[in-house]
């Protein structure tokens, strides 16, 4: 009975001392979407890149001529700071201090609250006049920047830099402010295009494509403006190249374009994806026309500006490294038809980007940690592959930006990469304190901050965050009551887990839809109550809940060995508790699946190899937690591709085997994303990624 409920779960009676980021059906629904929008359009495109069918080599990478500063931006520029470079080995490595002031920003708010009240922060304000206002202007063709009349540069630098030192309504209200300049409002647009990143709600997703659609449609007309008009003999000859302030421009255009084409991939309609996809067709020929400008007119003797250089590095980069991302059978469709998809490039450009220090830098560090980061951290297996570019672009975010909360949050989250869970707890704490009015941001933190501590076993803790999340955010509240109810069984505070458990059914009728369907976390706690709970007695039997939430969320490569010993331990006395009643099977292929993860995580190989192998055995008897077979496949995929000289001979195939499992579980995007990153490290050939599946018919959405 409930002593036996107890041993399944892992629980001795007593506890130890964005918003999610879920993977859903959205990239089942893009690839979709993706396929629909380009060969709709198919006769209309022509190719500028060598075609290929490996992503790697799909087109020859372009190149653009060396950029450097004038002594008048290297004089001006108060942004970029200058690291010490790597020191000697054995010397203590650079690290900014996290605590530091932005002395300069909190200077510059003051200022602005001296001329009037600032309101908060919000995408409601749509409207775009510029004509509302008359600020005298001119466009600094060397920097990229507007030379503004009464606003010296060091100030239009900082109030760039207000919205990532935490001055969010300070930042919104000084772009509105000079919103007749159009670098300034794309700087609203990027505030907007943040804010809808953290909420994805659909009002502020529609709210900040309306605004950014009407600046493209100011940008654009500018644009008109300066392009000669087009004479009776035009058609006889390609015309004047464009010059520096239009590409200055096509920039801005092409940037607005990508930026409204996110936006409407995010939104929970197939009719926006549709139009998401033309967009970034569309916003990829704008910024390779201004690649192929660019040459032009450095042939003649002129250049693009340093900014503007700067948006084009990142626009080329931002498309080559999110195209590799894709999941492979439209990467290999997008590959083909032209699009870029060299990831290394990409992550080379958007580091130059970054590097630059002008006003797109922060945007570009956020790519970069996205990538380095925050990818590794939910995907891959082991977090240290891009150790050393995450640090350095932390270190110096960390400088420009000081106390940044966006960044406190990646430098947490790098900690936590990195094992060191302690200090991951007080970053986390930091960033929380920091953005205390800016909700999404806090939240985030909560939900990292909830695992973190269950990583540790500090159960009581991470039930604190999973209620305020309960509380406080719309996003899956059904998910919040069942992690929390699962930190109270682990606690030993069962009836209380009960009460929790009792109310999902009615959360779940509240749960958000992705093209009308549930969020995979909602089917997932769907199915928990449905197998495990039974409301009428109250009866709990929902096995190893706490480990399979470490395990769902990435969480083994992230702990250090005394914490993987103690899940091993858990799952190891589970199995020698002396009990009369038969094991359930999904019970105990869910322990050898754990453990032996654990165990491949300790390089405990022969451990490992004997437990991942022994699910198989499981395989025609396990009736709700399919789950384990493909990712135990995964799991023995990943060690013998660590330790064989050569991964092909049996980890690829055994990953392969994992893709071709069908079976209807809540993570197989998830899985099908991390073999998808494994295969672009290990650099093997799209055709051989894919065989038919053992029941092809369910298995096709992978």
Not at 29 to 42: E, K, S
Not at 341 to 346: A, I, L
Not at 469 to 494: D, H, Q
Not at 501 to 519: H, V
Request: hydrophobic share 40%.
């Amino acid at each position: 009975g409930s002593t036996r409920n107890a041993r399944l779960m892992g629980t001795s009676g007593g506890g130890s001392t964005r918003y999610p980021d879920p993977q859903d059906e959205t990239g089942a629904t893009v690839a979709r979407a993706v396929a629909i929008g380009i060969l709709r359009q198919f006769r209309a495109f022509r190719a500028h890149d060598r075609q290929s069918t490996e992503p790697a080599q799909s087109s020859p990478r372009p190149t653009m001529a060396s950029e450097g500063k004038s002594a008048k931006d290297g004089a001006d520029d108060r942004s970029v700071a200058v690291l010490p470079e790597a020191a000697a080995a054995g010397e203590k490595r650079f690290s900014p201090d996290p605590d530091e002031e932005d002395a300069e920003a909190i200077e510059f708010v003051r200022r602005l609250q001296a001329e009037g009240p600032i309101g908060k922060m919000t995408t409601a304000n749509t409207e775009y006049n510029p004509k509302k206002l008359s600020h005298s202007w001119k466009l600094d063709l060397e920097t990229g920047l507007p030379d503004v009349e009464g606003l010296s540069r060091a100030d239009l630098l900082t109030g760039f830099r207000l919205f990532f030192v935490n001055e969010h309504d300070a930042a919104l209200h000084f772009f509105e402010k000079y919103e007749d300049v159009p670098l300034f409002a794309m700087g609203k647009a990027a505030i907007f295009f943040v804010w809808s990143q953290m909420t994805l709600e659909d009002v502020d997703l529609s709210n900040t494509i309306t605004y950014i659609r009407q600046v493209e449609a100011e940008v654009d007309s500018r644009l008109a403006a300066l392009t000669p008009k087009a004479g009776w003999l035009s058609s006889f000859s390609a015309g004047p190249p464009p010059t520096a302030e239009m590409l200055h421009y096509r920039v801005m255009s092409a940037e607005c374009t990508l930026l409204t084409a996110v936006m409407q991939l995010l939104r929970d309609s197939l009719v926006e994806k549709v139009k998401g996809v033309v967009n970034i067709r569309a916003a990829w020929h704008k910024y390779k026309a201004v690649l192929d400008s660019k040459t032009t007119l450095e042939d003649a003797g002129d250049s693009l500006d340093v900014d503007s250089s700067a948006g084009l590095r990142f626009g080329i980069g931002a498309f080559n490294l999110v195209a590799s991302l894709l999941p492979p059978k439209v990467l290999a469709l997008v590959s083909f038809l032209g699009f870029p998809c060299d990831r290394q490039y990409g992550l080379e450009e958007l580091e130059i980007a970054f590097n630059g220090g002008g006003v797109r830098a922060p945007i570009a560090a956020l790519a970069l940690l996205t990538h380095h980061v925050f990818i590794q951290a939910s995907f891959c297996h082991s977090g240290l592959a891009f150790e050393a570019p995450a640090e350095r672009v932390l270190d110096r975010s960390l400088t420009m930006w000081k106390k940044g909360g966006i960044f406190l949050m990646f430098r947490a989250r790098q900690c936590r990469l990195l094992k060191d869970l302690p200090q991951a707890l007080d970053r986390f704490e930091v960033a929380v304190e920091v953005n205390r009015t800016w909700l999404p941001l806090v939240h985030f933190c909560c939900y990292d901050r909830a695992y973190t501590q269950l990583y540790l076993f500090d159960y009581a803790a991470s039930m604190r965050d999973w209620d305020r999340l309960l509380a406080e955010n719309e996003w899956s509240k059904a998910f919040y009551a069942y992690c929390s109810a699962v930190m109270k069984i682990m606690l030993g505070r069962t009836a209380d887990a009960v009460k929790d458990l009792r109310d999902i059914p009615e959360l779940l009728k509240q749960s958000k839809k992705i093209n009308g369907r549930p969020l995979p976390f909602d089917r997932f706690v769907k199915r928990k109550i449905q197998h495990y709970f039974d409301p009428t007695t109250g009866v709990v039997s929902l096995p190893f809940p706490a480990l399979e939430m470490i395990y769902f969320n990435n969480g083994m490569p992230q702990m250090p060995p005394h914490l993987l010993q103690r899940c091993v331990d858990e799952v190891s006395q589970w199995r020698a508790a002396e009990n009369n009643d038969p094991l359930p099977i999904d019970a105990t292929a869910m322990a050898a699946l754990l453990e032996g993860a654990a165990h491949s995580q300790l390089r405990n190989t022969a451990e490992a190899e004997k437990y991942l192998q022994g699910v198989e055995l499981f395989k025609k008897q396990v009736k709700v937690e399919t789950w384990v077979i493909p990712y135990a496949r995964y799991e023995l995929g990943m060690l013998w591709c660590r330790v064989d000289a050569d991964p092909k001979e049996r980890g690829i195939p055994m990953l392969k085997s994992a893709l071709k499992f069908s079976g209807d579980y809540a993570h197989d995007l998830q899985l099908a994303f991390r073999i998808h990153l494994v295969f672009f490290e290990f650099k093997v050939p799209y055709e051989d990624k894919f065989h038919k599946s053992e029941a092809t018919a369910k298995d096709s959405r992978i």
